[in-house]
């Protein structure tokens, strides 16, 4: 069972998985027993192994799938959405791409136009407005989608791997502006990802799950200050975290 509170309630957490189960159709059990917490102000990580689940928690998060068991509660209707692959659509432009959530929603031509110029140049993508998701690399093709969410002032952000299929350089440099966006719009997130560094460098809290059926086995409060300076990286305390994350995410998949 879903619950979704009215917007604009106030509430201390912003998504509440209480032990929640989902089962396919297929007789596949994909979660078991997740209890998760989302608070304003927390950007949360959470890392397993393939087929765990991790996927289908921000399906359920966003309403696209119902837990078979278990109940979730969503405190906002203001979502953000970003997936794996980008879903721009190739014929529209980047200014095009990034006013369709916003035209979607019913927003008067100047509000789309207004919101979208707000959020390209939050994301660094200025100058390429008339661009067509072709002519942009992989990390620019990812800030457009990134873009496009923002657009409408979420309160829950979720983040599907948004990442994980670009080079080292640009990951890294997507992580930093992440946060940047993240500071300055003061969003929670909830983010997937098979990297333990950018979980660790990313996150307030790190969670990691087992193998299917995907339970939570550890999680971890990340104790470097926001905002982070990309040189935490390379410290001796950061390498102990991805150690201690990465030891416990193989521990959770024997």
């Not at 998060?61 to 979730?72: D, Q």
């Amino acid at each position: 069972m879903t619950i979704t509170a009215p917007s604009g309630t106030t509430t201390d957490t912003l998504l509440d998985f209480s032990d929640v189960a989902m089962r396919f159709d297929n007789g596949v059990t994909a979660l078991s027993g997740v209890d998760l917490q989302v608070r304003p102000g927390e950007f949360v990580t959470v890392v397993g192994p393939s087929g765990c689940g991790k996927s289908t928690l921000l399906r359920i998060a966003s309403g696209l799938e119902t837990a078979s068991e278990g109940t979730v509660s969503v405190a906002t209707k203001r979502i953000g959405y970003v997936f794996q692959d980008a879903t721009l659509l190739p014929w529209r432009t980047v200014q095009k791409n990034v006013e369709l959530l916003a035209e979607l929603n019913g927003r008067s031509k100047e509000e789309r136009r207004k919101d979208a110029e707000a959020a390209i140049e939050l994301v660094g993508l200025t100058g390429f407005e008339s661009s067509l998701p072709k002519q942009l690399s992989g990390g620019m093709r990812m800030r457009t989608s990134l873009a496009r969410s923002l657009t409408l002032d979420p309160e829950l952000f979720l983040f599907d791997e948004p990442f994980g299929a670009l080079d080292e350089i640009s990951r890294e440099r997507l992580n930093d502006e992440l946060l940047r966006i993240f500071i300055e719009q003061k969003f929670a997130g909830l983010f997937i990802t098979h990297s333990v560094s950018e979980a660790v460098y990313l996150s307030t809290r790190v969670v990691v799950m087992s193998g299917r059926p995907g339970r939570i086995v550890r999680t971890f409060d990340v104790p470097f200050p926001m905002p982070r300076d990309p040189e935490i990286r390379y410290s001796s305390e950061f390498a102990e975290l991805v150690g201690e994350v990465s030891h416990a995410l193989r521990e959770g998949h024997r």
